[in-house]
């Protein structure tokens, strides 16, 4: 059960090693892309790669057919994978062993839907994957298995995204086969990665740069970050904080560099709507940002 990139390798992993897959449940095909074109979930397009049977529910909680349906597989277990919608007890309950989850975080820290990136955006020297048996509450179902895995000083969110996926799918296996004894949370130290939208991507100057570098590389590539050029939305890809000082918001140099509440960002890479992405040397020969300009506001 799962739905985007996150899911595919355990999916992979499950049916590589041989595992009976009943059925692969994922997020209905949705308008997507510059054309918004439906398409199917990531996880679908590999499912049927497979040639493995796909359902896509609209909707669980309320659907008393689609709760038997998923009962009458008759299943040993259910990997749940960033799926997208909540399993009502009844399908909790439905498999001999449970639900088993798969989280990109070392729980208790960072329950909830963007763990990866709230581990970025809090300075994290660490995150990792937890392997948990689902209950009814928002990921504090009792551990099976976790790994760290470290965050270095410039690990963007798509770099973390792919080690945690690996990891995710090489230890859901272990926990198949192990069928390791549950371990309850620990009751304090719990925190909460609530789900993100495109204007948590807005950089404010006034915040230091330092803030601002792990904002850059946390949200790449989703929902991304931006600031305001001319009154246009320019697209931050990448950044790096050096020394420096002036007006928050205000460029002070020839190099695309813009100073912040405390130290300053340089901006490397930037895209402005409709255009490629570029690296801020090419950008700025053909559209000039002298020392003085602000951007934001």
């Known amino acids: 059960m799962g739905s985007p990139e996150f899911a595919v390798p355990a999916l992979r992993a499950l049916h590589d090693a ?13 308008p997507a892309g510059r054309g918004q074109a439906v398409q199917p979930s990531p996880v679908q397009r590999e499912a049927e790669r497979l040639r493995l049977t796909v359902r896509s529910p609209a909707r669980l909680r309320r659907d008393e057919a689609a709760q038997a ?4 597989l ?3 277990a259910a990997v749940v994978a960033a799926y997208g919608l909540i399993l009502p007890p009844a399908m909790l309950a439905a498999p001999a062993r449970g639900c088993i989850n798969i989280h990109a975080s070392l729980l ?11 581990a970025i955006l809090a300075g994290d020297h660490e995150t990792g994957v937890t392997i948990m048996q689902m209950d009814q509450g928002l990921d504090t179902g009792p551990m099976l298995l976790r790994e760290p895995v470290p965050i270095g000083l410039r690990t963007t969110a798509a770099e973390l995204h792919d080690r945690l996926a690996a990891l995710g ?19 304090h130290g719990a925190s909460y990665a609530p789900k993100l939208g495109r204007e948590d991507g807005r950089l404010d100057w006034s915040h230091a740069a330092a803030e601002l570098d792990r904002r850059v590389r946390a949200l790449n ?9 001319r009154a246009t939305a320019l697209k931050v890809l990448a950044a790096e904080p050096i020394a420096g000082a002036g007006e928050p918001g205000t460029v002070v140099d020839d190099a695309l560099t813009v100073a912040c509440g405390r ?12 255009r490629p992405a570029m690296g801020a040397a090419e950008f700025l020969r053909g ?3 002298p020392a003085g300009s602000r951007l934001g506001g």
């Open 287 to 289: 559209h000039p940002v």
């Open 69 to 72: 349906e998923f009962a009458a």
């Open 18 to 30: 041989g595992h009976d897959i009943a059925a692969v449940y994922t997020q209905p095909p949705r």
């Open 221 to 229: 590539p989703w929902p991304g970050t931006f600031t305001t050029w």
């Open 263 to 274: 130290g300053a960002l340089r901006l490397s890479r930037v895209q402005l709507p409709g």
């Open 74 to 76: 008759v299943l040993d």
């Open 108 to 118: 208790p820290r960072w329950r909830g839907a963007a763990p990866i990136q709230a």
């Open 169 to 187: 799918a090489r230890l859901v296996l272990r926990a198949l086969a192990e069928n390791p004894p549950p371990e309850p949370q620990p009751e």
